[in-house]
T-cell receptor
Framework: QKEVEQNSGPLSVPEGAIASLNCTYS??????FFWYRQYSGKSPELIMS????GDKEDGRFTAQLNKASQYVSLLIRDSQPSDSATYLC?????????????????FGKGTKLSVIP | NAGVMQNPRHLVRRRGQEARLRCSPM?????VYWYRQLPEEGLKFMVY????????ESGMPKERFSAEFPKEGPSILRIQQVVRGDSAAYFC????????????FGSGTQLSVL
């Protein structure tokens, strides 16, 4: 079983719609969860982090975490063509609060999102 | 307010040559991470360094690969006797603290081995 799994896509949504990106992880000890956006040929950019169960909203982005189901998702509301990119889910076993634990982020392969004008 | 600087942006080497990839972290960051991204693969952790110390190199191949982060100057990822399988994008990231809370990535070095 892969450690962090994402549907590779491409996921196509019309402009203005909600894009839903999903990620599952295998290690129940994981504590911190991140979504990175990577435009083609560019570096990954952190857009959301989430540490506890539930929803976390930041502008048009909402991250959702369900540790019991080992599932994390990213919703993008009012999708724009500029949101077209690959979205990487990353998981860290360590605790963000204590600073202890693994220094490694485990990334999924990413989901390619295409927002159609 | 420069971000994480990596150079070169593209590096072409023939099999058996050495590759040196450089990374200057963001100002004020003393934690550096190297990740490798193979085509159609996710980013894979290689090594985590602080100034003059390798903290975690568990993701780095045992042979031919080495990394350093000297007291002065950039972090260097060195690959000796490159093979075609080393062709990949190598990303450096830095953070103000060593807990992965927020990594800032550089633009990467695309290594091509002929």
């Amino acid at each position: 079983q892969k450690e962090v799994e994402q549907n590779s896509g491409p996921l196509s949504v019309p402009e203005g719609a909600i894009a839903s990106l999903n990620c599952t992880y295998s290690d129940r000890g994981s504590q911190s969860f991140f979504w990175y956006r990577q435009y083609s040929g560019k570096s990954p950019e952190l857009i959301m982090s989430i540490y506890s169960n539930g929803d976390k909203e930041d502008g048009r982005f909402t991250a959702q975490l369900n540790k019991a189901s080992q599932y994390v998702s990213l919703l993008i509301r009012d999708s724009q063509p500029s949101d077209s990119a690959t979205y990487l889910c990353a998981v860290n076993k360590g605790s963000a609060d204590s600073g202890a634990g693994s220094y490694q982020l485990t990334f999924g392969k990413g989901t390619k999102l295409s927002v159609i004008p | 307010n420069a971000g994480v600087m990596q150079n070169p942006r593209h590096l072409v080497r023939r099999r058996g040559q050495e590759a040196r990839l450089r990374c200057s972290p963001m100002k004020g960051h003393s934690h550096v991470y190297w990740y490798r991204q193979l085509p159609e693969e996710g980013l894979k952790f290689m090594v985590y360094l602080q100034k003059e110390n390798i903290i975690d190199e568990s993701g780095m191949p045992k042979e031919r690969f080495s990394a350093e982060f000297p007291k002065e100057g950039p972090s260097i990822l060195r690959i000796q006797q490159v093979v075609r399988g080393d062709s990949a994008a190598y990303f450096c990231a830095s953070s103000p603290r060593g807990n992965n809370e927020k990594l800032f990535f550089g633009s990467g070095t695309q290594l091509s081995v002929l």
